[in-house]
């Protein structure tokens, strides 16, 4: 199971980015996905997941309102829109899944990729 996370940046408080998390060798409409975060230091931050069973969709209380996570099965991707970025979202992006059709403790999942990095900086 490989996934990969992308669309990491440098961008100033208040500003938004798009991550986008592919997978190769399976679909990921199949199975609930999520986004932990991690920056220097610090624990592991569950984000956000999106189920597959019902499309039921979860955040932590950090991002709640300014983060959205969604599906493009076209694409077979998992998105996280950020939007309203703080200094304190700086981290480095990892998207997850246990390959169950239900979110599970998101910084725990078993299958996750490299990440990509957001620098929130003016």
């Known amino acids: 199971v490989q996934l990969q996370a992308s669309g990491g940046g440098l961008v100033q408080p208040g500003g938004s980015l798009r991550l986008s998390c592919t997978a190769s060798r399976f679909t990921l409409d199949n199975y609930a996905v999520g986004w932990f975060r991690q920056a220097p230091g610090k624990e592991r931050q569950g984000v956000a997941c999106i189920s597959s069973s019902d499309g039921s969709t979860f955040y932590g209380d950090s991002v709640k309102g300014r983060f959205t996570i969604s599906r493009d099965n076209a694409k077979n991707t998992v998105d996280l829109q950020m939007t309203n970025l703080k200094p304190e979202d700086a981290a480095v992006y990892y998207c997850?899944?246990?390959?169950?059709?239900?979110?599970?403790?998101?910084?725990?999942?078993?299958?996750r990729g490299q990440g990509t990095l957001v620098t929130v900086s003016s």
């Open positions: 997850a899944t246990d390959q169950l059709t239900f979110c599970t403790v998101v910084r725990t999942m078993k299958y």
